[in-house]
């Protein structure tokens, strides 16, 4: 009985999830959800995927635009630290 436990209990559960799913399929949601995964799966199959090549330039174009935004706020806030504490407020560091 120790070993006929455990796989009565696993063929219970695999059936009751057979039952579950084919119920879901024959309800209205699941008819639904059925009609939506087709649509999506027929929108994925349209969509045109950039080459490897492509792929690699946008990455290091995005990657360049990071470098020259990071180097023009440093030099905005240096700037502005410079115009604020050294010439308004007169705070030497």
């Not at 436990?5 to 024959?26: D, H, N, R, S, T």
């Not at 174009?61 to 700037?79: C, H, P």
Request: glycine share 6%.
């Amino acid at each position: 009985m120790s070993k006929q436990g455990p796989l009565v209990q696993w063929a219970v559960l695999l059936v009751g999830l057979v039952v579950a799913v084919a119920v879901f399929l024959i309800s209205e949601p699941g008819r639904r959800f059925v009609g939506f995964a087709r649509d999506a799966w027929r929108e994925v199959k349209k969509v045109v995927w950039p080459t490897p090549k492509e792929t690699t330039q946008m990455t290091l174009y995005v990657f360049g635009f990071v470098v020259v935004m990071a180097l023009f706020l440093w030099f905005t806030d240096k700037t502005l630290e410079w115009v604020l504490y050294d010439l308004i407020l007169g705070w030497r560091k």
